[in-house]
């Protein structure tokens, strides 16, 4: 896994996971308030200013993590039907 180089980078990819779970959430303006907090950290600029930016970094994205739906786990139901399907599959690949 390569990490990121940016701030900017590693907030875009908390937004993409965060997007997976909820789209509109990932576009909110939450979100671009963590880009604009993020290229602020990126720049060059005093040392209190990035403290500050990146505590309102962190409070934004605590916010935006709070107001995504729960990640869906699979659990022992979901596991089986998809071995389901690719046995179902198979079988009708045989036939074909």
């Known amino acids: 896994m390569e990490l990121p180089t940016s701030v900017v980078a590693a907030v875009t990819a908390d937004l993409e996971e965060l997007g997976e779970r909820d789209p509109k959430l990932a576009r909110s303006a939450h979100a671009a308030s963590a880009l604009a907090l993020a290229r602020e950290l990126d ?4 040392a209190t200013s990035k ?18 739906p729960p990640e869906q786990t699979k659990d022992v139901v979901d596991e089986v039907g998809e071995a389901r399907k690719k046995r179902r599959a198979g079988k009708a690949a045989t036939k074909a």
Not at 43 to 46: A, E, I, Q, R
Not at 52 to 64: H, K, N, P, Q
């Open 43 to 46: 720049d060059d600029n005093s």
């Open 51 to 68: 403290s500050m930016c990146a505590r309102a970094l962190s409070e934004t994205m605590d916010r935006l993590r709070e107001l995504a």
